[in-house]
């Protein structure tokens, strides 16, 4: 007895609720085993990996490629009757179906719907080229002839073009900041810290403890030990808006910028506010390994509270960034650079210091809360601890 089964989208992180298709590695009319990888699909978190969850014969492809799902949408359907081939499928097809859909002007084979896309063809321009093939269809040809005429009107432009077609992540990445960035009113405030004690500190630990823990000893990590004691005393910065409730969370997940080649993931180091900072050093480490092998899973990059993003890496000593929703707030740190101080005796003095900045959904807080909480944590970074 034959069964059709549906592939729908999974929910793939608590906070995730849509997806991209990147790829189907399996055409209509294949044989797909029990797990087998079926399609890959793009959120603006990370890409994953949606398995067959049943062996059988894809039957019906029902989500394209760059298309957007949201989680519970109908993907796919595979059948398990006789574990048909290609070859007998069509066999079976009815000719009233056929004959009917190759004399339909208006029907698109695949290789010519793939090779206006990477033209850069719409469907509307499509349409509008005047076919040669049976019942007036449009043939490779007529779309080949069609491109040679549009490039040749366009060359002279175009050879100072460069198109770029944004991949699922980053179109994912787009619609999550633009989301951010009209929904949530962000306000910025940027205060210079004295970082001077923690650089000596790293410079004199940082051999001993990378053979004991394994992991960096950074100026990440110190950065993240206050932020989360300035948190646990101002723990509005630590929440979500939901409509027109505030939504405060008893742990603290800091979400980890880190820049890849595709774009910029954010994995999540959670519960950090019970973690030493060995543990937090290593966590960043971990997770950052990870992000650049490709290596992260669904978990390890949701729920995050609050994230910190260092683009002084790049030697950028100020820099205003986008808050990731549904997160009210986001760190960046600057690069560093030595400064001369003056003293109360008028001497002088050359001190390591680091621009933060603080963006915040002004819906949640206002700037004086948000003064306040740079001031704490510019004293929890000034007066630290060390290890």
């Keep these: 007895m034959s069964e059709e089964i549906k592939v729908l989208l999974p929910k793939l992180g608590e906070s995730i609720h849509s997806a991209?298709?990147?790829q189907w590695f399996k055409k209509v009319g294949e044989v797909?085993?029990?797990d087998e990888p079926l399609l890959e699909v793009s959120t603006d978190k990370i890409n994953s990996e949606i398995p067959s969850p049943i062996a059988g014969v894809l039957q019906e492809i029902c989500a394209e490629v760059d298309q957007e799902v949201q989680v519970?949408?109908?993907l796919a359907i595979i059948s398990t009757e006789g574990m048909q081939t290609k070859k007998n499928l069509e066999k079976n097809t009815p000719s009233s179906i056929s004959i009917r859909v190759e004399q339909d002007p208006d029907f698109f084979s695949p290789a010519l719907l793939r090779l206006a896309r990477e033209n850069n063809l719409n469907l509307e321009e499509l349409q509008k080229i005047i076919g040669t093939g049976s019942g007036g269809r449009i043939t490779k040809r007529d779309l080949e002839l069609y491109l040679e005429k549009r490039t040749e009107k366009e060359e002279s432009s175009l050879q100072s073009i460069e198109r770029l077609q944004m991949t699922g992540m980053r179109?994912?990445?787009?619609d999550n900041m633009v989301r951010s960035f009209y929904e949530a009113p962000h306000a910025t405030l940027i205060t210079e810290i004295d970082i001077t004690d923690v650089m000596q500190c790293i410079q004199k630990e940082k051999q001993n403890f990378l053979e004991k823990y394994q992991a960096k000893l950074t100026l990440t990590s110190f950065i993240a030990r206050a932020l989360v004691k300035a948190l646990q005393e101002f723990p509005l910065l630590n929440s979500s808006l939901d409509k027109d409730t505030i939504l405060m969370k008893k742990f603290i997940n800091l979400g980890i910028a880190v820049s890849i080649e595709q774009g910029l993931l954010v994995p999540v180091l959670k519960r950090a506010q019970e973690l030493s900072l060995p543990k937090i050093a290593q966590g960043i480490s971990d997770l950052s390994h990870k992000a650049r092998k490709g290596k992260l899973a669904p978990n390890d990059v949701t729920e995050g509270t609050i994230t910190i993003t260092n683009f002084g890496m790049s030697g950028v000593q100020i820099g205003i960034p986008i808050i990731r929703y549904p997160e009210v707030a986001i760190i960046g740190v600057g690069a560093s650079y030595r400064k001369v101080i003056p003293r109360e005796d008028d001497s002088l003095t050359i001190r390591n210091m680091v621009n933060l900045s603080l963006t915040f959904d002004h819906r949640v807080l206002d700037g004086?809360?948000?003064c306040a909480f740079l001031k704490t944590?510019?004293?929890?970074l000034e007066t630290d601890e060390g290890l």
Aim: zero cysteines.
């Design 20 to 22: 991209i298709i990147v």
């Design 377 to 380: 944590l510019k004293g929890h």
């Design 72 to 74: 519970g949408d109908l």
């Design 368 to 370: 004086m809360y948000g």
């Design 32 to 34: 797909v085993q029990l």
């Design 171 to 174: 179109k994912a990445i787009a």
